[in-house]
Nanobody, 127 residues
């Protein structure tokens, strides 16, 4: 049973910060690349970030570069997305997802490349 569970979402004012967590179970995190995606009401799911299996190399969408940071703690089976300088347009449901890539050094948050998905956590940025 492969599971990913997001947490850490909530309501924050513009310019504020949140840290999302993605707790994984049923598989070995070190062999999987983890992606972060978000989906706003009425819009398609979009890639935000990913962190690779092999060396923790990260990728960020242009819209979040310099503001978001992905990290992973393989010992804790947890991946994090630190979100700073949040904007109203960041408001969305955020999902983490996994794909089996035991030797991947780089990654892209391509929706169709990920096999296992969490349930999502709501992030709302509003004054």
């Amino acid at each position: 049973q492969l599971q990913l569970v997001e947490s850490g979402g909530g309501l924050v004012q513009p310019g504020g910060s949140l840290r999302l967590s993605c707790a994984v179970s049923g598989f070995t995190l070190v062999y999987h690349t983890i992606g972060w995606f978000h989906q706003a009401p009425g819009k398609e799911r979009e890639g935000v970030s990913c962190i690779s299996s092999r060396d923790g190399s990260t990728y960020y969408a242009d819209s979040v570069k310099g503001r978001f940071a992905s990290s992973r703690d393989n010992a804790k089976n947890t991946v994090y997305l630190q979100m700073n300088s949040l904007k109203p347009e960041d408001t969305a449901v955020y999902y983490c997802a996994a794909t089996y890539r035991p030797f991947q050094a780089t990654c892209v948050p391509d929706f169709h490349s990920y096999d296992y998905w969490g349930q999502g956590t709501q992030v709302t940025v509003s004054s």
